[in-house]
């Protein structure tokens, strides 16, 4: 599917709709439609759940989770009121003699303060939404989290929600319902990251200041999106503003934060520059002889451009760069089997995304946009005998456009996508002494084409539903060579049959099929709903790591002949229900996931130089299903929630691969399997600009393989072990506290300073990222625990605004 495809056909079909629209309402009495979008003056966040109301006709809305209203109405003049709790209401005389577009800035209001949120859709969403595992953060909700370290953490955050887990501090990604950190789809302003944390997973890498809000779709996933298993996560980065100039940032233990939103043009034109660095080298020159000249550098810059030609139109332009740089003064890289002194490890980040926007009519708009994601990593050893330099990389383009119409029964929705994959797996370059021999696998090429359709349907006010299809396509394309193997053999060189060579631009292999998406809800009555949602998901390119949590460093690969595909098929049925006005919500939902071509590796897999990687790839079944229950406070002194999930997550492999992989056909707990999970998370306003938070979790210890036995060879200890992950690490558990100091509200400045004061795991727990073992011929096992972050981590941040 090409792209001058994609977008005539889009095209033709926008202007069909357009011309069918503009056909119904010409016989029509005369109508317009006064709609915007509710903001809040400090934060610029989207306001969902304000009400909108024109006095004179009584005819009004409320803001959806993205601040926007319409209100269909005859000409004439009226007075259009806008209010939420917390905020002081705002009172506007408008002359309605055609579509009207009226963005409202709401302030806070210091007597309703202490009523504080810690949601950012409103409360009843809950019950009344169709879509199933769906939660979505503020920035001004994700800052009342006690963080480490005293940095923000986006990523850490949605930690604290039901159904999400990690392999264990400073780990790198999330798991989400039985999902790998590859499974799901993490996208920054429409660009796909393929890496979200800092220094291998200590922080992530969304600048705080810059983050509007989050959304994690772990049940219910529109049909909008693909190529990902699990969940998706999107971050929407907040506009610039049109009318002020601002200027923010923040000084802290770890990070230095600054940027700056000023219009060019006032209400047309605006820039955002956000920048975040960490250069603290000289930390470690206080601390012990083993860890001084350690380098642990990162920074990310963060800008968008958003334009306003007309009423009808917006054109936005975001640009991310982020760069890591991580060494310690001696270390050994076992992947060449030599010592290496000095290694250094270096990973970037460069994302782009332009988004044009055309509102059409009143109730459709249409959607371009052009996405470009880089990664690329990079190890370095200088040592002359064995200098070498590793490096890889992903990069991603694609176009996507997508047409929404809206209406008081239906919502519909339609689009194109094209996708291009360039992969540089691992290229080994030695240094000029070096005695290690130089390796460059093969680029892959590859293309993923989509279309999808959706509607939801508000059949009454009990039952409404989301139906969806996706159909996606994948093309491997040349230079490629692939290897035929014998049917129904374990895939070893003495195996190979064929080999084919497909010249460039070539497709070697293709993959298709649909991907249907449904979601239902029926309320039982206005605080209490069921909801149910299926969904199929396929996935084509994928992260190719065998190590307890994926070094930022580990490659990328594709489907081709032997890789296939990976599918998921996902059921979860949930009950929701509100109490005291929607003081409390709670949930409960099941969920049951089974996947096909799940990818597991076989025993002392070469994943970094392999050139046939498909050798290394052992594809089976998965399975994964869980309970999740929450219960969450909205307002009031102390807000907050209380969440515990039970998951499962397993894995079975053809037993045939038992011969060199010791498989068995039998059912084994994956790597990040984890049956109990609870988490506490509690705000409490001491005054009207102080707040006590504390979030405290608990989980059940992620399985490991322990040896059973041992043998010697040549006078060398050999573990033996059984099948894997047969038992499991000690459990996880965790304190954390923090203190915000905030401006006195009732106190007009233009300066507004921040401090907050946090301690990461209050009571000094050692919690065990891994056990390994030392074997000599004396003692059988000499078991040693890992422990990430052994004590209490204090930290001072102060954050300002002018």
């Known amino acids: 599917m090409s792209r001058k495809f994609t977008t005539s056909f889009l095209l033709g079909l926008s202007i069909l709709f357009c011309s069918s629209l503009h056909a119904q309402e010409a016989g029509k009495t005369q109508s317009f439609t006064v709609y915007g979008n509710v903001i809040d003056s400090i934060t610029q966040e989207p306001i969902s759940g304000a009400a909108v109301f024109l006095n004179e006709s009584r005819a009004g809305a409320y803001t959806d989770k993205k601040g926007f209203y319409g209100i269909p109405t005859p000409p004439g003049s009226y007075t259009l009121r806008i209010s939420y709790l917390g905020y002081a209401a705002k009172v506007i005389p408008i002359q309605v003699d055609k579509n009207v577009i009226m963005d409202v800035v709401l302030s806070k209001d210091a007597k309703f303060l202490e009523e504080v949120t810690v949601i950012s859709s409103k409360p009843e969403e809950n019950v009344r939404s169709t879509e199933t595992g769906v939660a979505q953060l503020s920035i001004r909700s994700i800052r009342k989290i006690p963080a480490f370290m005293g940095e923000i953490d986006v990523v850490r955050s949605l930690q604290m929600l039901p159904g999400v887990s990690t392999v264990g501090e400073g780990a790198t990604g999330l798991n989400v319902r039985g999902g790998s950190i590859d499974q799901n789809l993490v996208l920054m302003d429409d660009a796909p990251v393929f890496n979200s944390s800092h220094l291998f997973g200590f922080f992530s890498i969304f600048n705080p200041d810059a983050v509007r809000d989050v959304t994690l779709s772990r049940g219910g996933v529109s049909a909008e999106y693909g190529g990902r298993t699990s969940s998706v996560l999107d971050v929407r980065l907040k506009d610039p503003d049109l009318e002020k100039r601002t200027l923010y940032g923040g000084i802290g233990l770890i990070s230095n934060r600054l940027g700056l939103e000023m219009p060019l043009i006032k209400n047309r034109l605006a820039i955002l520059i956000s920048g975040r660095g960490s250069f603290n080298d000289f930390l470690f020159k206080l601390g ?176 409404s539903i989301i139906a969806g299809l996706r159909y996606s396509f994948f093309q491997r394309l040349g230079a490629d060579t692939v290897y035929r193997y014998a049917p129904e053999s374990i895939r070893i060189d003495e195996n190979v049959e064929e080999t084919q060579v497909f010249s460039s631009g070539k497709v070697s292999k293709s993959y298709g099929g649909i991907e249907p998406r449904l ?161 506490v998370m509690m705000n409490y306003r001491t005054a009207i600009n102080v707040t006590l938070s504390a979030n405290f979790t608990y989980s059940t210890g992620r399985p490991a393989t322990y040896p059973y036995g041992r043998f010697i060879a040549a006078g060398n200890t050999v573990p033996l072990y059984p099948n894997r992950n047969l038992q499991r690490i000690p459990d996880y558990h965790r304190l954390d506290l923090a203190l915000i100091v905030e401006p006195n509200p009732n106190r007009i400045r233009k300066w507004k300073g921040t401090w907050v004061l946090s301690v990461y795991n209050l009571y000094g727990r050692k919690n065990a990222y891994s056990i390994y073992f030392a074997l000599n011929q004396r003692q059988q096992t000499n078991a040693n625990k890992l422990a990430i972050f052994g004590s209490a981590f204090p930290s001072l941040t102060y954050n300002f605004k002018f």
Do not use: C
């Not at 994601?373 to 996507?400: C, E, H, Q, W």
């Not at 190590?547 to 098929?569: E, F, H, M, V, Y």
């Open 288 to 463: 012990p002889d083993n860890i001084q000249g350690t380098v642990a550098n990162f920074y990310d810059l963060t800008g968008k451009i958003l334009f306003k030609p007309s009423e009808k139109t917006r054109l936005s332009y975001t640009s991310y760069n982020s760069f890591d740089a991580f060494k310690l003064p001696s270390d050994s890289l076992n992947t060449v089997n030599v010592n290496a002194s000095s290694s250094r490890y270096e990973y970037r980040t460069y994302n782009q995304t332009l988004r044009f926007n055309w509102f059409v009519s009143k109730n459709a708009s249409v959607t371009l946009t052009g996405v470009q994601s880089i990664y690329k990593a990079n190890t370095t050893v200088p040592d002359s005998s064995i200098a070498f330099d590793l490096s890889s990389g992903i990069r991603l383009r694609a176009l996507k456009a997508r047409y929404v119409h809206t209406g008081e029964k239906n919502n519909l929705s339609f689009g194109l996508e094209s996708t291009n994959y360039q992969i540089d797996p691992n290229r080994l370059v030695p240094g000029p002494y070096s005695n290690i021999l130089a390796i460059d696998i093969q680029r892959e090429l590859a293309r993923e084409s989509a279309a999808y359709l959706e509607n939801e349907w508000k059949l009454s006010t009990q039952f």
């Open 519 to 679: 979601s239902m809800r029926y309320s039982l009555n206005d605080n209490t709903s069921i909801k149910a949602s299926y969904n199929r998901m396929r996935q084509y390119v994928q992260l190719i790591s065998n190590t307890t949590a994926a070094l930022p460093t580990a490659r990328w690969g594709s489907s081709d002949l032997n890789i296939l595909p990976q599918i998921a098929d996902q059921i979860s049925v949930g009950f929701f229900k509100n109490l005291q006005e929607n003081r409390w919500e709670t949930s409960a939902e099941l969920y049951y996931r089974k996947s096909q071509n799940f990818p597991d590796y076989r025993d002392l897999a070469d994943l970094i130089f392999s050139k046939n990687l498909e050798q290394e790839i052992i594809q089976g079944e998965g399975k994964a299903y869980g309970l999740e229950l929450m219960a969450r406070k909205n307002n009031g002194f102390l807000t907050g929630w209380v969440t515990y999930t039970y998951a499962r997550t397993q894995i079975k492999v053809d037993p045939r691969y038992e011969s060199i992989h010791n498989y068995t056909g039998a059912w084994y707990p994956a790597n990040y399997d984890k049956p109990h999970t609870l988490n």
